[in-house]
């Protein structure tokens, strides 16, 4: 079942049984011509390749699926092998319940729990439209009878045109190592530079995780459409991770409360890691996602 939300001049298309992700995001204009805010998920991309999907428990990439914690060591299928990599966490593979519905507002739930997986949680995703935007709340309750280490993200797929730029500040990125993990903080003015915007599409291929993201806005400008996105979020959803393909034309900003692989390296500081929940405790963030016109494409303040 597909559900459509429409208001506030925005449109999207959510399918509760592939993940809970959002498969299409519109912005009408003024003259009423509607802008792809998201980039649409097609039958000829792979699953997750577009839209906009929850991650939860963890956000992005655990090294070998493994980690220890509480004096045991866990292992999670590897779901990205070329990598040897556990990625995104478990809740984008599974379907979610639809319970509160309007015209312009859903809620959605998962309870997951599943054997030999130590982790029992509810998770909620809140999408729901308005003048100020769309607005996607998430939260995660451990249902387990453990402490569990536990992080969540949301990760929009947005169009990348050859002037499409996107700026934000933050306390620093970290350089990765050739598997995509941190490894250190960059000393040096990084390939992509959000503080000194410069058109993406002549951007070398990049993927690294911004720390302290502060303010937490973001803006992504279309020149070429005369639109400009800003992305806010708060709570748990600290960091932000981007991620600037060269072999395709879309740009992910990704709001997300730990680092990758952060169980693994405790060196990267407690700013960095994952949130550890005792049972019945919560994790919650919200993002949204608010576009306008931007004849001039003016210069960004963030």
Known sequence: ??????????????????????LTAEW??????????????????????????????????????RFS????????PVNHPEEDMAVHGFSRERPWQVGEQTGDRVVLTQIFEADGNPYRYRATQEIGLSKAGIRVAISVRNEGNAAMPFGIGLHPWFPKTAQTTLAFRSAGVYAR????????????????????????????????CFK?????????????????????????????HVFVPDNRPIVCAEPVS????????PELGADCAMDVL????????????????????PEVRL
């Open 1 to 22: 079942m597909i559900v459509d939300l429409s208001g506030s001049g925005y449109r999207v298309r959510i399918d509760p049984d592939v993940g809970g992700a959002i």
């Open 28 to 65: 009408a204009r003024p003259d009423g011509t509607a802008l792809a805010v998201l980039e649409p998920r097609t039958e000829a991309l792979a699953p997750f390749r577009a839209g906009c999907f929850p991650m939860i428990p963890f956000a992005n990439r655990i090294n070998h699926g």
């Open 69 to 76: 914690f509480g004096g045991q060591t866990f292992q999670f």
């Open 177 to 208: 190592d050739a598997r995509g993990l941190p490894v250190a903080p960059l000393t040096q003015r990084p390939e992509f530079d959000p503080a000194h915007p410069a058109a993406l599409g002549q951007n070398p291929w990049f993927d690294g």
């Open 212 to 240: 302290n993201w502060s303010p937490r806005s973001a803006v992504i400008c279309w020149p070429e459409h005369q639109a400009s996105l800003t992305l806010t979020a708060d709570g748990a959803l600290r960091h932000l």
């Open 258 to 265: 730990h680092l990758p692989d952060a169980i693994n390296r």
């Open 278 to 297: 005792q049972p019945g405790e919560m994790l919650s963030g919200t993002m949204t996602l608010s576009v306008t016109e931007a004849p001039n494409s």
